[in-house]
């Protein structure tokens, strides 16, 4: 049996994540350590102790760290059985991926992260699943990106994944580390005399500093000492070998057949590739294997020279691949060769292998440019690509660039390079690619117009907005003047959103013409812009992209109508759930997740804003974080959540004052201001609005001003300011001028009532609103107002009504304020009884809802990116709650409790 030496606190980390794992709390968690501290050791040790739970195993291989999709290939491989019991969209991505299927729905690496996560769930039944991933640092991006992401997402499954990885390699998204440092003294003696004997104190003393008890470097160090060294009678070596000098000697020792054998499978995992190619390389030098003089068949040859790498104890056959014994082995093997020798060795390979692998040895063979290499690598990379493998694309077409002789194909190649990256989630490597591409793109417009254009998207994205909007407004085509004036909106520059749709109106008539044309007329006050937006928003229904749905919300916004711009960003959502739009769809969720607050769907948008959050973390994009954490710091302040407020607040705006993000600067600082009217602070809230309306470009938004108006308005009254309120009311009735929809209407009638303390008008907003949760904020300024002058019996049943909302939803200052109102008015009674849907968390309302719309668990899988086991769980948690058994139960309950009012669905 094999033993750990002074591992048992590690041995016990280890353990207790399986443990909770056994019990349906899953969980990641990293060892972190130097080559040779035994984190092998610990993975084999953790799996052995799992008792019935299933385990799935895959190493990081240097040589295979470029081929997409190698390393998740290895761990699934055993289980692709379980495919048919994924919803088809993942079912086939994950099937793309390992190379099992081809076309349909693949080239989304979010729909092959939950798919892997979907299959891992499946292989957990009935008894958990140990998923072991060793040496990460060199498992290939596509896999890490597909692990990680499910490992972010384990909490409900029974499933714990085990990463070990050398150094300071990242594993993003997984917080949990376990430190694996060198052995403590006691445990390196034991260690030592476990693999040489006794030793005296001083040697023991002076190989633990020496090597700082590594386990690895002991048992190595301690195996070429003699008896006179370990007993202290000579010196020890000066100095003692370390690293890949732990093996120098070894290899150094081995025959030249078995020293190419090993060079090959250092370069070549694949056990039948690197015999062929040692075969053939023995036929060129003539060289037979040691002892084997006769003439034969040279693939007799390399298997005389596998058999002395296996006595040797360097080497050994898993399966169909070739494995050192430890990684530093292999890069003994490399230092030992010539770079002459390991360019042939590659040469050779490219000749036996097909398809990724021959064009990865080509590209190591090569000196200098080759166009013939280069393409090989960029049919390589559109593989790749086509499998949602976006990271080994860009590694591809990186190096495909470096392999091209032609300058504007050098160019081209970067510039796809960048996307592939951006799409992989490394906004930072795709910044550099795309500088590289411009300055290589020479004088070719076209290229440098298409270069420009990413410049800006992906300044809009991670960087600088402002800076996004310089770069996209130097040119003219319809698609530039539209990313330009969406990033000018989105710092919030007036100005230029209203020249770039004047420019964009030379354009021939369409929809992205006339929406972006007339918000630029509208803002400028011209009366042909509102009649451009209706036009567009005429077109609502021949619209196929998500793209295309966020500019007819926007259009819809700029008419001041909320209700109907909610209802397109939702459009905008559901389109790029099924499209597998991967690079947009966490930007899409952020006006997916406004449009639900909005509309009063406040849980929806929780769980829709917790969703983007994670999505955008992983995609690298920070302005889209940073919109979420914005939306999030309002629907704390909506709950009287002070503390998280302020911090998700502080967050969001420190990723977009310096970035230039005006929109969303604006909803940061409009949950602070929320979080103070709601907490009764009126004078720190009207404040904050007036802040909020003389911010400038990159730290406010006019839009923010516009929707906040209402709140502005009962701010300043109660904080007394009377001119301030009627400015703000003013300004609100020039915005919602063309507003069509009862909500936009309720609530101006609520400004106007609160200002010319109108009771009619606030009777008005009531008979108007579509939203629950602002009627009845409406119903609690109307019942104050009735309170106050000496009307408690009409006011009761307006405050009661208020209370009753704001309890159902949660919203806690609110709901306290009723009730004190309603207490004056001389109104009693306990808490109103929540109703069934709202004891629920957001994302068990979104299931019950999806439900409710007749999905199946696989389909609600597919549009939330879980597996359908954790669809089950949030189900099994459901029923009991609500008191039902079954489906039609909750639809039927989802149905009734919508139909009194619409929204209801909001906390």
Not at 4 to 28: P, T
Not at 44 to 71: I, K, N, P
Not at 396 to 418: C, G, H, I, Q, W
Not at 548 to 574: C, F, I, N, Q, V
């Amino acid at each position: 049996m094999f033993v750990l030496y002074g591992r048992s606190a590690e041995v016990s980390a280890l353990d207790e994540v399986i443990a909770r794992a056994r019990d349906g709390f899953g969980n990641a968690v990293v060892l972190r350590g130097k080559a040779g501290a035994g984190k092998t050791a610990l993975l084999d040790a953790a799996a052995a102790r799992g008792g019935a739970m299933r385990v799935l195993r895959t190493t990081g291989v240097e040589s295979e760290s470029d081929l997409a999709f190698a390393a998740l290939h290895q761990a699934l491989w055993p289980v692709t059985g379980s495919l048919d019991a994924l919803p088809e969209p993942q079912r086939v991505a994950v099937g793309a991926a390992l190379g099992l299927t081809a076309g349909g729905a693949v080239g989304d690496r979010f729909l092959v992260g939950a798919g892997v996560l979907s299959l891992l769930a499946e292989a957990a039944a009935p008894d958990g699943l140990i998923c072991v991933v060793d040496d990460f640092q060199w498992v290939d991006r596509a896999s890490a990106d597909a692990l990680l992401f499910a490992a972010r997402r384990l909490a409900t499954e029974r499933i714990a994944m085990l990463i070990a990885v050398r150094g300071d390699a990242m594993v993003k998204g997984v917080p949990r580390t376990i430190d694996v440092e060198g052995l403590p003294e006691s445990a390196a003696a034991e260690l030592l005399e476990s693999r040489c004997g006794t030793a005296a104190a001083q040697v023991v003393r002076e190989l633990v500093t020496s090597t700082r008890a590594n386990p690895l470097a002991l048992s190595e160090v301690a195996a070429r000492l003699t008896p006179a060294q370990l007993a202290g009678r000579e010196p020890l070596p000066d100095p003692l070998p370390g690293g890949a000098r732990l093996f120098g000697d070894q290899v150094a020792a081995l025959s030249v057949p078995a020293r190419l054998l090993a060079l090959a499978s250092a370069v070549e995992a694949d056990l039948a590739l690197a015999l062929r190619a040692t075969d053939r390389l023995l036929a060129e030098q003539a060289v037979r294997p040691a002892g084997n003089t006769e003439a034969g068949p040279q693939t007799e040859a390399g298997r005389v020279a596998l058999a002395e790498l296996e006595e040797y104890g360097l080497a050994g056959v898993s399966g169909t691949s070739v494995r050192f014994r430890h990684p530093l082995i292999r890069s003994a093997v490399h230092e030992a060769a010539t770079p002459a020798t390991v360019r042939r060795v590659h040469a050779v390979l490219a000749e036996l292998a097909t398809d990724d692998r021959r064009a990865w040895h080509l590209a190591e063979a090569t000196l200098g440019q080759d166009e013939q290499v280069a393409a090989a690598l960029v049919a390589a990379a559109e593989r790749a690509r086509d499998r949602g493998g976006y990271g080994a694309a860009a590694t591809a077409l990186a190096r495909a660039a470096e392999l091209t002789p032609e300058a504007r194909d050098r160019a081209v190649r970067l510039k796809d390079a960048a996307v592939a990256a951006w799409l992989g989630g490394r906004p930072g490597q795709a910044e550099s690619l795309l500088a590289e591409a411009r300055e290589q793109a020479g004088g070719d417009a076209t290229l440098a117009t298409e270069i420009a254009r990413l410049r800006g998207r992906f300044e809009l994205n991670s960087g600088n907005a402002a800076e996004a909007v310089r770069i996209l407004s130097a040119g003219e085509s319809l698609d530039l003047l539209a990313d330009a004036s969406e990033a000018a909106s989105y710092v919030g520059d007036t100005a230029a959103v209203v020249e770039l749709g004047r420019r964009a109106a030379a354009h021939p008539e369409g929809f992205l013409r006339d929406t972006v044309a007339g918000i630029g007329l509208t803002l400028d006050g011209d009366a042909a812009g509102p009649g451009l937006l209706r036009r567009a928003l005429a077109r609502v229904d021949e619209l196929e992209d998500a793209a295309e749905h966020l500019w007819a919300a926007a259009a819809a916004s700029y008419l001041g109508e909320p209700d109907l711009a909610a209802e397109m960003a939702g459009r905008a959502g559901r389109v790029a759930r099924v499209s597998g739009m991967s690079g947009q769809l966490p930007v899409v969720l952020e006006f997916v997740a406004t449009a639900d607050r909005l509309a009063g769907r406040l849980a929806r948008s929780q769980a829709v804003s917790e969703e983007g959050l994670a999505l955008a973390r992983e995609a690298g994009y920070a302005n889209t974080v940073a919109a979420h954490l914005a939306n999030l710091a309002v629907l704390a302040a909506l709950r009287g959540e002070e503390e998280s407020c302020e911090r998700l607040a502080r967050e969001a705006l420190a990723i977009v004052i310096p970035h230039r993000v005006g929109l969303r600067a604006g909803v940061a600082s409009y949950a602070l201001a929320l979080l103070d009217l709601c907490l009764g602070r009126f004078a720190a809230a009207h404040d904050r609005f007036t802040a909020i309306v003389a911010a400038g470009p990159g730290a406010g938004h006019p839009t923010v001003v516009w929707r906040t108006t209402p709140d502005r308005v009962e701010a300043a009254v109660a904080a007394g300011d009377e001119a301030g309120a009627r400015a703000a009311l003013s300004a609100y009735e020039r915005w919602s001028a063309h507003s069509a929809t009862a909500e936009s209407r309720a609530l101006l009638a609520r400004c106007r009532g609160l200002v010319e303390s109108s009771e009619d008008a606030l009777d008005e907003a009531l008979r108007l609103h579509t939203n629950p949760f602002e009627a009845a904020r409406t119903s609690l300024l109307l019942g104050e107002r009735l309170r106050r002058a000496q009307r408690p019996g009409e006011a009761r049943a307006h405050l009661r009504t208020a209370w009753e909302t704001f309890e159902r939803v949660g919203a806690r200052p609110w709901a306290r304020r009723a009730q004190d109102e309603l207490r004056a008015a001389g109104g009693s009674g306990h808490a109103p009884a929540r109703a069934a849907l709202d004891t629920l968390t957001p994302q068990e309302l979104r299931i019950a809802g999806l439900v409710a719309d007749g999905l199946s668990s696989k389909q609600i899988a597919a549009q939330l990116f879980l597996s359908p086991r954790t669809v089950e769980y949030h189900l099994y948690k459901i029923y009991p709650k609500l008191g039902i058994g079954s489906r039609t139960d909750l639809a039927r309950l989802v149905v009734l409790q919508k139909a009194p009012v619409a929204g209801h669905d909001m906390l």
